[in-house]
């Protein structure tokens, strides 16, 4: 077991044997619980900057991959395994040369089948025109409750028949899914939307159930569309359902796996009897957060910038809120779509000034 440890600076760079392979940590035949984990700054000459994987079976949970690198499989590389990763999140990895950005398994030397619970793929990078920025899954792999947000180039690469459930791929910086020749992966309660290329595209086969694919879908299955997800705030990475998207109570709930009970964060799985789309959930107020101040005094300002940026009094457009009620501590509350958004949600203030 190994629990609540920083693995940094790791460095495989020795040429020409497997030394070269696992910046961070390199398993064999293993089957080592990790938890709590974040495997930082690794680095690997070859293959699996944070971690290399061989004929193992680990189980990781609660594990953060960030800014690691190697030039295939930035933040980990398996190959004839079955890794479980639970609440794990890939984060700012890069594959130098070659594929998987965040996560690759490779199916060229036996049968991988991976398993994602939970799992968060943002911003991770792969160059190579083998893509994958965020991850390339292989074989009878399962991903569930997923999220992949600004990867390139494109989100996933699939080979064979791995299942996406309830997974939602969006503002990826190339296609959204990829498909290697023969991939026959099955996409269900997906959202697939809002990504810089195409939604998929390759020679393999696809069923999508129950899904939101941007662009439509003509092929097998039922239960799809083509609306506009209506996320909370998708480029604050806030890929919540806002309330009226069209993805709320359109999923299939034969399609959850067993024991799935919440979603990517922490919210009941379903609930009106129906399962969302998507890897969340439920219906939120949309829109950009506003702001409050909560002690604003008798001849007080507040000043409303709009993009959260410093304040050019002589050139910004501005709304300036002052206090003429003859009372202090006084609570000035701006809403959004007749929501109420107390405590600022995460903005801060300028002098007396807020930033919206």
């Known amino acids: 077991m190994l629990d609540g440890f920083i693995i940094t600076r790791g460095n495989a760079n020795l040429e020409g044997n497997v030394l070269n392979r696992g910046g961070g940590l390199f398993l064999e035949y293993s089957n080592l ?6 495997f930082r700054g690794n680095r690997a000459f070859f293959l699996g900057g944070g971690i290399y994987c061989w004929q193992s079976s680990p189980r990781f949970e609660n594990v ?31 594959a130098t040369l070659a594929a998987g950005g965040g996560y690759l ?13 939970d799992c968060t793929f943002l911003w991770n990078r792969a160059p190579s025109p083998a893509g994958g920025g965020g991850a390339v899954i292989t074989q009878n792999s399962h991903l569930t409750n997923c999220l992949f947000a600004f ?9 064979n028949g791995p299942t996406l459930t309830n997974c939602t791929i969006v503002r990826n910086l190339g296609d959204g899914i990829v498909l290697s020749s023969g ?10 939307h809002g990504n810089f290329g195409l939604s998929y595209r390759g020679l393999g086969g696809i069923l999508f159930e129950n899904s939101n694919v941007e662009g439509g879908w003509g092929g097998i299955g039922i239960g799809n569309i083509d609306q506009d997800p209506k996320f909370v705030n998708p480029w604050a990475e806030d890929f919540r359902l806002a309330i009226g998207s069209p993805a709320i109570n359109a999923g299939g709930n034969v399609w959850i796996p067993p024991g799935i009970l919440y979603d990517l964060n922490g919210t009941p799985r379903i609930q009106d009897g129906i399962v969302d789309m998507g890897a969340y959930e439920g219906a939120f107020p949309g829109g950009i957060m506003m702001a409050s101040e909560l002690d604003l005094d008798q001849g007080q300002i507040v000043t409303l910038s709009p993009g959260g940026l410093l304040i050019d009094y002589t050139f910004d457009s501005l709304i300036i809120i002052e206090n003429l009620t003859g009372r202090d501590n006084v609570t000035v509350e701006v809403t959004q779509n007749n929501q109420p958004q107390p405590g600022a949600g995460g903005y801060d203030a300028l002098a007396e000034s807020l930033k919206v």
């Open 33 to 38: 619980n990790v938890a709590n984990c974040t």
């Open 105 to 117: 398994e490779d199916d060229f030397f036996g049968v991988n089948s991976s398993t994602f619970i």
């Open 151 to 159: 990867n390139s180039i494109d989100a996933i690469n699939l080979t």
């Open 64 to 94: 953060t991959f960030f800014r690691n690198q190697a030039i295939a499989g930035g933040g980990m590389f398996a190959r004839q395994s079955s890794p479980v990763l639970i609440g794990c999140k890939f984060l700012e990895n890069t």
């Open 183 to 192: 991939a026959n992966p099955t996409i269900v309660n997906s959202i697939i």
